[in-house]
Nanobody
Framework: QVQLVESGGGLVQAGESLRLSCAASGRTFSSDIMGWFRQAPGKEREFVAAINWSGGSTFYAGSVKGRFTISRDNAENAVYLQMNSLKPEDTAVYYC????????????????WGQGTQVTVSS
């Protein structure tokens, strides 16, 4: 059974940092693009970041570029999202997912999803 499990969310104050982890099991994702998305209450799910199989190419939404860093450890079958200088508008449930087709920023192109981890940033 394929599973993606996110962890590391929590409640922080604006300006602080969090590191999210996504642990994969059931199959290896070392050859896949992996992505992070988020969904705030009342809003659609949006792309945050993606990383290619080797980690040599990364992609970010404009709203997080320069503050967030995506990385991966294929030996551990894990993907990470380092979030610095957090803002209240970063508050959302964060999901990791495996990309299978189409554009990396399109959530319709991802087939395996985790259950999400809540990030809350207070002002």
């Amino acid at each position: 059974q394929v599973q993606l499990v996110e962890s590391g969310g929590g409640l922080v104050q604006a300006g602080e940092s969090l590191r999210l982890s996504c642990a994969a099991s059931g199959r290896t994702f070392s050859s896949d693009i992996m992505g992070w998305f988020r969904q705030a209450p009342g809003k659609e799910r949006e792309f945050v970041a993606a990383i290619n199989w080797s980690g040599g190419s990364t992609f970010y939404a404009g709203s997080v570029k320069g503050r967030f860093t995506i990385s991966r450890d294929n030996a551990e079958n894990a993907v990470y999202l380092q979030m610095n200088s957090l803002k209240p508008e970063d508050t959302a449930v964060y999901y990791c997912a495996r990309h299978s087709r189409s554009c990396y920023y399109d959530d319709q192109g991802y087939d395996y999803w985790g259950q999400g981890t809540q990030v809350t940033v207070s002002s």
